[in-house]
């Protein structure tokens, strides 16, 4: 079992959620149908699980992925992901996404999409530097494909 393993392995449950709740989220969006019980998924989705997930890095990865080499400058840039998937997350709320609404706005539909998207897209480019980082453990991490994925 390697350092990353199990942040591997929530990163692959994070794909199946988002899955579901991207459909959720398009549904109430481009149909504006309102299904409650995707609803509440995607509710809890985002203050149970995805909410949950940064702070666990934050406070048992990041450290991890530090100590192992990489560069503050990539640690901050990571952060400043998380920030903005919690002003996100704010926004939502903002717009009434709560798991005893009875409905969301359209336009809270579009930033819990933004939510969505962004925390995909976030994971992915995670995944990509930790999985260099552990196959660089032990050896120089200056390698040029390190260096491109944590500049993206
Ligand atoms: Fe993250
Ligand atoms: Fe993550």
């Known amino acids: 079992m390697t350092e990353f393993h199990s942040i591997h392995h929530e990163h692959a449950r994070l794909a199946e ?12 969006r481009d149909d504006g149908v309102f299904d409650p ?26 450290p991890r992925a530090a100590a192992l080499g990489l560069e503050e400058e990539v640690l901050a840039l990571l952060r400043r992901d998380h920030e903005q998937l919690r002003v996100l997350s704010r926004m ?29 897209a ?9 999985s260099e980082l552990e196959r660089g453990s032990g050896q120089s991490l200056t390698d040029r494909s390190v260096k491109a994925i944590r500049l993206r």
């Open 122 to 130: 976030h994971a992915r480019h995670e995944e990509a530097i930790f």
């Open 92 to 120: 939502a709320r903002a717009w009434g996404l709560d798991p005893n609404a009875a409905v969301l706005p359209h336009d809270g539909a579009m930033v819990v999409d933004r939510f969505v998207r962004a925390f995909d």
């Open 37 to 62: 019980a995707g609803y509440r998924e995607l509710c809890r989705f985002i203050n149970e699980v995805a909410l949950p997930h940064l702070k666990h890095e934050e406070d048992e990865i990041f």
């Open 17 to 28: 959620d988002l899955e579901r709740v991207r459909a959720a989220t398009r549904v109430i």
